[in-house]
């Protein structure tokens, strides 16, 4: 191969054709250092259809953005190494720009943590394929015929600077060698610090190469040492259990209890009252839980907070390990048949509960047209084949019957669904109580309904009030129902009324039944009993009915414990269940 004598001083070179051009010797170097400066704004400009924005989240942060620069750099020199070609080299890296902005248009909108490169199924599980649409992509296409263009151009001369093949293999060997350097180092720090994966609006590129490629290995987990000095703050306990009862869980997607909104006439609402009157009902909070794909069934499930998961915010199939403790794998481990019923596709949660332990996955191509009545049914066949087997079984399900908003000021359509909601719960009550076997029913909260144009209804009624303040308003619109009813009636070791999170379920659900629990859940319950802690978000916590925002001095210190304690759960050591 022709060895080039590198750096081109003269001012005209001959082309083979014979003619002459200018080639202006120090441009084409400069090029190689303002390209990455281009390309990251290219992603960042299509990832929020707009120049100005692309501009501002290119150099907001000059930490991240250095550290994107050098990452950039040091992938176009491998990539040069690899293909000699210019133009097949620099198309690689320009396609990976554009499916990394379009996975951050698909996502950052919905506050999530971008698109993971080696789980492409997240489109899938949010149904974001299903619901693209060609109009709000129109900028996005406009500018890849914008920029595309301006990025090859600057191919073009930046490759006028021409070197042998030698000095591109060490070049690019040293590249490599920096660039492995730098996300061993530098990037674990960014991947385990939840306030960076919060941003990912400042962070762009960075979180993306970081999300898919590198996060996975390098979390910094805890040691022994520092586990040992959290847990030894309370005696853990094992529980025998007197009885066994089967426990049936179902999610109720956006209700409230119609106690708190009075003004509103829901008579005949007999079972639904019935159910608030005769079961144990806790508040719940919902904050922060970015109601998108499986947060809220990892918290209730797992019983860990989403917002200290040491990957990312964002739980899914994709970043859940095969094992992860959880209500299926507990209490299938004490005999139960674990069985998740709920009407969606096998394929956007078969892996994911399969991880967790169930020892089963019921989806919406079993289910008939996957409405309620044939989950109810499904149920009723777990409940006899529990009897046939003498094994009690645990169901969870959702019962998707409410919207989250309900504008129109008479909210006629809000009281419809809870008549429906009503004889749904009748139903199932029906069911259980036919059993004649003992049977725990718990319902929780997805999420408040709105009622009302800018939650008119909430303020009419008292329920909030035009003095509170931001961060009231966001407790007691996030703040929903826990009910714990059985056909046994033997009551609850908490008292109505207590406020809990959605973390506290697996472990109010366990202690119900007298069941065994992991250490962590253990533990868990006791901080927040000591602590008077209430809620816990990535916003704010509640310690005594007094809130406290995430930069103050007791959200900090509560913080880091859970997320010592989750990192070492999620973790390969788990020292907390070895003990």
């Known amino acids: 191969m022709r060895k080039n004598i590198g750096y081109v001083k003269k001012t005209r070179l001959k082309t083979k054709t014979g003619r002459k051009r200018r080639i202006n010797g120090n441009l084409p170097k400069a090029l190689w250092f303002i390209y990455p400066v281009i390309y990251i704004f290219f992603i960042q400009s299509l990832s929020f259809a707009s120049l100005i924005k692309g501009f501002i989240n290119t150099l907001v942060n000059p930490y991240y953005f250095v550290l994107t620069y050098l990452l950039v750099v040091g992938f176009s020199f491998v990539l040069w190494l690899f293909f000699e070609n210019r133009w097949i080299s620099f198309s690689v890296l320009n396609g990976l720009g554009l499916i990394l902005a379009l996975g951050n248009r698909f996502t950052i909108p919905k506050g999530e943590t971008g ?24 900028p996005f296409i406009i500018m890849i015929l914008f920029f595309l263009p301006i990025l090859y151009l600057l191919i073009y001369f930046m490759y006028q600077w021409k070197q042998g093949l030698k000095y591109r293999q060490i070049a690019a060997i040293g590249s490599l060698l920096i660039f492995l350097f730098i996300s061993q180092l530098i990037i674990p720090l960014i991947s ?44 853990l306990k094992t529980n025998e259990p007197i009885t066994k009862p089967n426990i049936i869980m179902v999610q109720l997607t956006n209700f409230v209890d119609i106690s708190r909104i009075e003004s509103l006439d829901t008579d005949p609402l007999n079972n639904y009252h019935n159910t608030f009157n005769e079961a144990s009902t806790y508040s719940v909070d919902l904050s922060a839980k970015d109601n998108n794909n499986l947060n809220i069934e990892f918290e209730v499930l797992a019983g860990l907070p989403v917002e200290f998961h040491p990957n990312e915010l964002q739980v899914r199939a994709g970043n859940t390990s095969l094992g992860t403790i959880s209500l299926g794998s507990i ?35 079993d289910l008939g047209d996957g409405a309620i009545k044939d989950i109810l049914a499904e149920i009723k066949v777990k409940l006899d084949k529990s009897v046939d087997t003498n094994k009690p079984v645990f169901i969870y399900t959702h019962f998707n019957l409410l919207q989250s908003n309900y504008e129109d000021v008479d909210t006629d359509q809000y009281i ?10 009748a139903d199932l009550k029906k069911t259980i109580l036919e059993s004649k076997e003992p049977t725990i029913l718990m319902f929780y909260s997805d999420e408040l309904p709105t009622l009302g144009i800018d ?29 714990l009813w059985d056909n046994y009636n033997e009551g609850a070791s908490y008292q109505n009324g207590d406020t809990f999170d959605l973390c506290s379920i697996p472990f109010l659900l366990l202690n119900k039944c007298g069941l065994s629990m992991p250490n962590y859940l253990q533990y868990f319950q006791y901080l927040k009993d000591e602590e008077g802690l209430s809620r816990i978000s990535s916003d704010y916590l509640e310690i005594n009915k007094v809130i406290f925002a995430n930069n103050t001095n007791e959200y900090r210190n509560i913080s880091k ?19």
């Open 115 to 138: 698109l993971a490169i080696n789980n492409i199924g997240i489109f899938k599980e949010l149904g974001l394929i299903q619901s693209a649409s060609l109009i709000s992509f129109t």
């Open 192 to 235: 385990s610090s939840k306030n960076s994966l919060s941003n990912v609006d400042k962070l762009g590129v960075i979180l993306f190469f970081n999300n898919g490629v590198f996060s996975k290995n390098n979390i910094k987990y805890p040691d022994e040492i520092s586990v040992k000095e959290i847990i030894e703050k309370v005696d």
């Open 331 to 365: 209490l299938s481990e004490q005999g139960y048949a674990s069985e998740s019923i709920l009407p969606y596709s096998s394929d956007d949660r078969a892996e994911f509960y399969e991880k967790l332990g169930f020892d089963d996955y019921i989806g919406s191509e």
């Open 416 to 425: 419809n669904d809870l008549k429906l909601l009503d004889a749904q719960i």
């Open 455 to 483: 939650n008119k209804i909430y303020y009419d009624s008292g329920y909030l009030k035009s003095t509170d303040s931001k961060l009231e308003i966001e407790k007691k619109l996030n703040t929903g129902d826990i009910l």
């Open 561 to 579: 414990e859970f997320s010592i304690v989750i990192k070492d759960v999620l973790g390969p050591y788990k020292y907390i269940e070895r003990n």
